[in-house]
């Protein structure tokens, strides 16, 4: 399997990737909070909290290759990920 260039370094070239995917990485790219944050490394980049809502797009592609490589920690992350956005959606919705 081959993992997107733009996934391991999305602050890199993108002229590769289709313009959907363009878009949110141009709009990635710009976040400065996010870009603090990618010295962690890429896995731990795409697994912050605000990746699935904010870059849907991008994420759904990211994901399917952070989850073929699992390591503990990233299992858990993403375990923790699910889990506070059902808990959101349940606070948006009014449910408990």
């Known amino acids: 399997?081959?993992?997107?260039?733009?996934?391991?370094?999305?602050?890199?070239?993108?002229?590769?990737t289709n313009v959907?995917?363009?878009?949110?990485?141009?709009?990635?790219?710009?976040?400065?909070?996010?870009k603090v944050q990618f010295k962690n490394g890429y896995q731990q980049f795409w697994m912050q909290n605000n990746i699935p809502v904010t870059y849907p797009v991008?994420?759904?592609?990211?994901?399917?290759f952070l989850v073929s490589f699992p390591s503990s920690?990233?299992?858990?992350?993403g375990f923790s990920v699910v889990t506070n956005l059902l808990n959101?959606?349940?606070k948006q919705t009014g449910h408990h």
Not at 26 to 33: D, F, K, R
Not at 73 to 77: I, S
């Open 1 to 16: 399997m081959v993992i997107p260039p733009w996934i391991i370094n999305p602050y890199g070239d993108i002229e590769e």
């Open 20 to 34: 959907i995917i363009q878009e949110e990485l141009t709009e990635l790219s710009t976040n400065e909070e996010l």
């Open 58 to 64: 991008l994420w759904n592609i990211a994901r399917k």
């Open 73 to 77: 920690y990233l299992v858990e992350r």
């Open 88 to 90: 959101e959606k349940k």
